[in-house]
């Protein structure tokens, strides 16, 4: 059974700082995996789709990698700002169950202006 | 282009009380979702429609919660009689096809007293 976990459980930085969010995944069999961001009330926003041969996407101050062998991907983002705060999470489409995407619990991100 | 809408977006209802959710996917989508998003915790999964036809309800709890999609549009998600540990966001998303981006809506907020 595929599962799915994002370390750290929150983060906060101070405006301008790069970082890097961690998407773990423990079957690499997988279809494609997404990050997507998720406002306080919101539904989430889609933000990259990475498909399982491709090892990165980028997308303005946006980037994330993947590493199927190992079971990981992560979300760089640089230069944070405020309106950066969110919850990120990641999601992978597996393979072999069905292909309906397994979501982690997220990342809740503060940036401090 | 519009999004995935939802609604209502907030209810309130006791126990044993019955709730049905509303969902339109975007225009020409054929794939459905319906998760159920516990607050802290990431989306799960409860059924994935294409077209009018069910591919995975299998995290469907289906002695209280049923879903329909009868024209392979808009889709309802009922739950009947409510528990406590039903308060949560059912979110509802879509697709062109199983293995696109998922857009999300903006979800609605069941909480249970």
């Known amino acids: 059974k595929q599962e799915v976990t994002q370390i750290p459980a929150a983060l906060s930085v101070p405006e301008g700082e790069n970082l890097v969010l961690n998407c773990s995944f423990t079957?690499?069999?997988?279809?494609?995996l997404q990050w997507f961001r998720q406002d306080p009330g919101k539904g989430l926003t889609s933000l990259l789709l990475?498909?399982?041969?491709?090892r990165e996407q980028t997308s303005g101050r946006l980037n994330a990698s993947l590493d199927k062998s190992s079971g990981r991907s992560t979300l760089y983002i640089a230069a944070s700002q405020p309106g950066d705060s969110a919850t990120y999470l990641c999601?992978?489409?597996?393979?072999?169950?069905?292909?309906?995407?397994?979501f982690g619990p997220g990342t809740r991100l503060s940036v401090l202006p | 282009e519009a999004g995935v809408a939802q609604s209502p977006r907030y209810k309130i209802i006791e126990k044993r009380q019955s709730v049905a959710f509303w969902c339109n996917p975007i225009?020409?989508?054929?794939?459905l979702y319906w998760y159920q998003q516990i607050l802290g915790q990431g989306p799960k999964l409860l059924i994935q429609?294409?077209?009018?036809?069910?591919?995975?309800d299998s995290q469907l709890p289906k002695d209280r919660f049923s879903a329909e999609r009868l024209k392979g549009v808009d889709s309802t998600l009922k739950i009947q009689p409510a528990k406590l540990e039903d308060s949560a966001v059912y979110l509802c998303?879509?697709?062109?096809?199983?293995?696109?981006?998922?857009?999300f809506g903006e979800g609605s907020w069941l909480t249970v007293v």
């Open positions: 990475i498909q399982s041969s491709q």
């Open positions: 999601a992978v489409r597996p393979r072999n169950y069905g292909q309906n995407f397994v």
């Open positions: 429609f294409q077209n009018n036809g069910v591919v995975d």
């Open positions: 079957d690499s069999a997988i279809y494609n």
């Open positions: 225009s020409g989508h054929a794939t």
């Open positions: 998303a879509s697709s062109y096809h199983s293995g696109n981006t998922i857009y």
